[in-house]
């Protein structure tokens, strides 16, 4: 029998669904990454080149989240050893957030706030 199995199994859930929130927002980057390719078809049948439309911003902001995901998993790694060091300790210590982890929350407010001005803008472009 593991000592503190429960603790250490719910330690991995939580570790395991870092990794996936990392993977879905990697998928994410590389998706509005090729958004640019959808926005170039769009004005194409549109017609006419659409003045303002601007893809160099999703290739950027994808390039972004892709590398945000990958910084997510290496945050998730550290937080799971550092906790199951803590589980296996007879200590007592304080269980809490980092200011790694404000500033990773506070980046992705950020983002998400840039995705809904820019997909906005561009839907007003193409309208």
Do not use: C
């Not at 998706?31 to 926005?39: A, K, Q, T, V």
């Not at 390039?63 to 200590?91: E, K, M, P, Y």
């Amino acid at each position: 029998m593991i000592p503190r199995f429960s603790d250490h199994a719910a330690n991995e859930r939580t570790y395991l669904a870092w990794v996936r929130t990392a993977i879905a927002v990697m998928a994410f980057g590389f998706l509005l990454e090729r958004f640019d390719i959808f926005l170039s078809y769009a004005s194409r049948a549109a017609g006419q080149a659409i003045p303002g439309l601007h893809v160099r911003a999703s290739e950027w902001l994808g390039l972004i989240l892709l590398l945000f995901g990958a910084f997510v998993v290496l945050l998730a790694t550290f937080r799971f050893n550092r906790n199951r060091q803590r589980i296996d300790s007879d200590d007592n210590t304080t269980y809490g957030g980092t200011l790694l982890e404000r500033l990773m929350t506070g980046l992705l407010i950020l983002m998400a706030m840039f995705l809904v001005v820019y997909v906005a803008r561009q839907i007003l472009v193409l309208d």
